[in-house]
């Protein structure tokens, strides 16, 4: 495949099957697939990825929806999993064992803090979680045993940077792999591989499949690293099924032009409710005023669909403006078709602590809101009705 063409190019060319005639894929849907020799069936038990033998070690809807993504990240090879947290358990579990120690970001999505957390330390593996934005706190924070940097930038749900660049050459420099999860930028609005990142994942349930029935995630890089979480994968079994990665290959090819429309507005949303008398601080990276707009310029194309907010009034106001908007629904995910509101807190109060979320950073009054499709004029609208009730009870 010719990797030299635009990214808009390669979301609707690449999965063209070679010599395959399909100008839609079909979906596999099977789990054992035949051998027409013994010689065959030996050589694909064996095999490293085979792509027909039992679904648990490939797929040929699997493959293609690699290969698409492999493309736009600029990566060497792919694995798609079930979840975005498959992929992240999945690349943790092959890297990392007992005795090991992970230096991971305090800001990241919940699922993420609460692995290295409450279930990494029954395995023995201990984590330094440090302040993004400060890249010397993830060099202070290395041991000789360290043996993964986990990073989200922009981090979720506070929109903070990270400096994909200064970290990921920091880690080279010691031979420590580095995993950017890329959930909240989309590889329109940002590339990590090209920062020096070795791998990146992502959680193709958002932006990636973009339209909110799909479960599934990816890990994305060298190929002798993709090979090893794969390895690690045939047993952990988090495996996608044909029909989402099929669902995720479709949604795919309008990645571009979801993006685009999501950064637009979201900038919109951002600069209307930076104006706000009710509103005491917005986070989103695009803002001249976000401390780390420069570095967000520099690493990234696009700002992104997500951004987050706190109310002159903390969480009740919260809830009453949640309550009263109607155009987006009160749910989490992000980077779907129809735009979706929540307070965190609320959210992770599942799998984080109170003082977890505290340490994370997450103020209990927090809206997040992930922008859809729907038009800026009808969002702005529906929030500032949705403002005034929340404060005078209109
Ligand atoms: C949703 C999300 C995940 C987890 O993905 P699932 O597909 O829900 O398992 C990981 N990271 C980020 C940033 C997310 O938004």
């Known amino acids: 495949m010719d990797t030299a063409m635009t990214l808009e190019t390669l979301l609707v060319h690449a999965d063209a099957d070679d ?38 070690y490939g797929n040929p809807t699997q493959a293609r929806l690699e290969k698409v993504l492999a493309a736009v990240e600029g990566a060497e090879a792919a694995l798609a999993t079930a979840s975005g947290m ?25 699922g993420t803090l609460s692995l290295l957390q409450d279930l990494a330390p029954r395995l023995g593996i201990e984590t330094t979680l440090v302040d993004q ?21 922009p981090g979720n749900p506070l929109l903070q940077i990270t400096d994909l660049e200064a970290v990921a050459g920091l880690a080279r420099d010691r031979g420590i792999p580095t995993l950017a999860d890329n959930t909240v930028a989309t590889p329109v609005n940002q590339r990590p591989l090209d920062h020096g990142v070795d791998l990146v994942m992502h959680s193709v349930t958002k ?26 994968h045939t047993l952990i079994g988090s495996v996608i099924s044909p029909h ?50 420069d570095l967000a310029k520099r690493q990234m194309r696009g700002f992104g669909g997500l951004l987050s907010f706190e109310l002159r009034g903390g969480s009740d106001t919260a809830e ?6 109607r155009v987006p629904a009160r749910s989490a995910s992000l980077g779907g078709v129809r735009s979706l509101v929540v307070r965190p807190a609320a959210m992770w109060g599942q799998e984080l602590t109170e003082e977890q979320l505290a340490e994370a950073g997450v103020p209990p009054g927090l809206v997040r809101f992930a922008v859809g499709l729907e038009s800026e004029t009808d969002l702005i609208a529906d929030l500032e009705r949705g403002l005034a009730a929340a404060f005078h009870g209109r």
């Open 133 to 153: 934005t400060d890249t010397a706190a993830f060099e202070r924070a290395l041991r000789p045993n360290t043996k993964l940097i986990m990073l989200e930038t």
């Open 207 to 232: 932006a990636v499949s973009g339209h909110s029935d799909v479960l599934a995630g990816i890990v994305l890089g060298r190929s002798d690293l993709v090979d090893r979480i794969w390895q690690t």
């Open 19 to 56: 010599g395959e005639p399909d100008i839609a894929p079909p979906i596999h849907q099977t789990v054992p697939f035949a051998s027409a020799s013994a010689e065959d069936f030996e050589e694909l038990s064996s095999a490293t990825r085979a792509q027909r033998f039992y679904r648990r």
């Open 320 to 325: 009453r403006l949640l309550a009263a908007l």
């Open 86 to 110: 498959g992929a992240i358990s999945t690349t943790v579990l092959s890297l990392v064992g007992a005795g090991d120690h992970i230096v991971a970001q305090r800001s990241m999505y919940g």
């Open 244 to 293: 989402d990665g099929w669902l995720a290959l479709r949604g795919l090819r309008t990645l571009a032009m979801r993006v685009e429309h999501q950064n637009r507005t979201a900038l919109a949303l951002a600069r209307f409710l930076e104006d706000h008398p009710a509103v005491a601080k917005v986070n989103h990276p695009g803002l001249p005023g976000h401390p780390q707009h």
